[in-house]
């Protein structure tokens, strides 16, 4: 027998972020509690995003109360209950693998959840002004990060190719690797000029270059763009491995990003990879936003799968108020380190 129930909390940013959505000054999460006959409780954590996650919709809560309510009924939820809630997918077999193990947080025990190992990650860089962006870049650069992404399409494109050139003229591609995020900012019918000039800073690849839902106009970029493209937003609201596999085949992007709040959790962001491998599509994942409850399940699982490219998990210093855990940035890696011990004070108000 299974008990569930669930409890907000809105994170708060340190600095606000900036995206080409907007500013993002806080940020909400819904955190399953699921209890066994032992009373071990396993946490996970639905994330939502405004504006961009599909379930970010007036009756989420309700969805969530409807779940934790009829838990015993769990199988049918990861089935297809929850294809059009993801986060709340991703929070219920979030939840039901901690509780698997223990109810200790560690899901996936590996030589990164004993601290042996980190996980490279690439050092995000928010949109602002150029100071703004430059102040960030050289803080990253500083503390050991080799690889940054930069959120672009906020400011004028010339004040960031400006920036970009800024680096370059002191890390060459094969010192500091660079990844911009535009988010969908760029225009179609300017979007490969502005990826010409981009390539001649040796760029990595770019993420979403123009809005998600523009298939046709997608596959022409992929096709002719200078730089490899990774789509993110597109693959949000998929329902299943077949679809999936169409959009790829489709449009044949050089990389996918994988959120798994976004696309429903561990079990579907693998079918993803899995129709990725098939066409040779490379991938990394990253967090969306979620607090340390989140980011500890995708670390634990991406660890799993051997990915040697830097992932995109440096998301938990972002928040005054995140959950207080195991997670360490050190030497520009994620690490899950003895020193620190989860403490779930914040939960439990």
Same mark, same amino acid.
């Given at each position: 027998?299974?008990?569930?129930?669930?409890?907000?909390?809105?994170?708060?940013?340190?600095?606000?972020?900036?995206?080409?959505?907007?500013?993002?000054?806080?940020?909400?999460?819904?955190? $399953?509690?699921?209890?066994?006959?032992?009373?071990?409780?396993?946490?996970?954590?639905?994330?939502?995003?405004?504006?961009?996650?599909?379930?970010?919709?007036?009756?989420?809560?309700?969805?969530?109360?409807?779940?934790?309510?009829?838990?015993?009924?769990?199988?049918?939820?990861?089935?297809?209950?929850?294809?059009?809630?993801? #986060?709340?997918?991703?929070?219920?077999?979030?939840?039901?693998?901690?509780?698997?193990?223990?109810?200790?947080?560690?899901?996936?025990?590996?030589?990164?959840?004993?601290?042996?190992?980190?996980?490279?990650?690439?050092?995000?860089?928010? *949109?602002?002004?150029?100071?703004? *962006?430059?102040?960030?870049?050289?803080?990253?650069?500083?503390?050991?990060?080799?690889?940054?992404?930069?959120?672009?399409?906020?400011?004028?494109?010339?004040?960031? $190719?400006?920036?970009?050139? +800024?680096?370059?003229?002191?890390?060459?591609?094969?010192? +500091?690797?660079?990844?911009?995020? #535009?988010?969908?900012?760029?225009?179609?019918?300017?979007?490969?000029?502005?990826?010409?000039?981009?390539?001649?800073?040796? $760029?990595?690849?770019?993420?979403?270059?123009?809005?998600?839902?523009?298939?046709?106009? *997608?596959?022409?970029?992929?096709?002719?763009?200078?730089?490899?493209?990774?789509?993110?937003?597109?693959?949000?609201?998929?329902?299943?491995?077949?679809?999936?596999?169409? +959009?790829?085949?489709?449009?044949?992007?050089?990389? /996918?990003?994988?959120?798994?709040?976004?696309?429903?959790?561990?079990?579907?962001?693998?079918?993803?990879?899995?129709?990725?491998?098939? +066409?040779?599509?490379?991938?990394?994942?990253?967090?969306?936003?979620?607090?340390?409850?989140?980011?500890?399940?995708?670390?634990?699982?991406?660890?799993?799968?051997?990915?040697?490219?830097?992932?995109?998990?440096?998301?938990?210093?972002?928040?005054?108020?995140?959950?207080?855990?195991?997670? /360490?940035?050190?030497?520009?890696?994620?690490?899950?380190?003895?020193?620190?011990?989860?403490?779930?004070?914040?939960?439990?108000?």
């Amino acid at each position: 027998m299974f008990k569930a129930h669930f409890k907000k909390h809105t994170l708060v940013f340190k600095k606000p972020g900036g995206t080409s959505r907007g500013i993002l000054t806080t940020k909400d999460s819904w955190f $399953i509690f699921l209890k066994n006959e032992n009373q071990e409780t396993g946490i996970g954590e639905c994330s939502i995003i405004k504006g961009l996650s599909i379930d970010d919709r007036p009756d989420f809560e309700i969805k969530l109360e409807e779940v934790c309510k009829n838990i015993e009924n769990f199988q049918l939820y990861l089935d297809s209950g929850l294809n059009d809630f993801p #986060a709340i997918r991703f929070g219920l077999e979030m939840a039901l693998l901690d509780l698997k193990t223990g109810g200790n947080r560690v899901l996936f025990s590996s030589d990164f959840t004993s601290g042996k190992v980190g996980i490279p990650i690439n050092g995000l860089i928010w *949109m602002g002004s150029f100071l703004e *962006m430059k102040e960030q870049i050289i803080s990253k650069i500083e503390d050991g990060f080799r690889c940054l992404k930069l959120k672009i399409g906020a400011i004028n494109f010339g004040e960031e $190719i400006r920036l970009l050139k +800024l680096i370059r003229k002191e890390f060459s591609s094969k010192e +500091l690797e660079i990844r911009v995020d #535009a988010n969908g900012a760029f225009r179609v019918n300017e979007a490969l000029e502005k990826l010409k000039i981009l390539s001649k800073l040796e $760029i990595h690849s770019i993420e979403q270059p123009i809005r998600a839902g523009q298939v046709e106009e *997608m596959e022409k970029i992929c096709r002719l763009s200078p730089i490899p493209v990774a789509l993110d937003e597109e693959l949000i609201g998929l329902k299943n491995t077949q679809q999936a596999r169409q +959009l790829l085949e489709e449009i044949e992007p050089q990389f /996918v990003i994988l959120k798994p709040s976004l696309l429903g959790g561990i079990s579907k962001s693998e079918e993803i990879i899995k129709a990725a491998k098939k +066409l040779k599509i490379g991938w990394w994942a990253t967090s969306a936003l979620e607090a340390n409850i989140g980011l500890n399940a995708i670390a634990q699982w991406v660890f799993t799968l051997k990915n040697p490219m830097p992932q995109g998990l440096g998301t938990g210093q972002l928040f005054e108020n995140n959950i207080p855990s195991p997670l /360490v940035i050190k030497n520009a890696s994620l690490f899950h380190g003895s020193q620190n011990k989860w403490q779930l004070d914040l939960l439990n108000k």
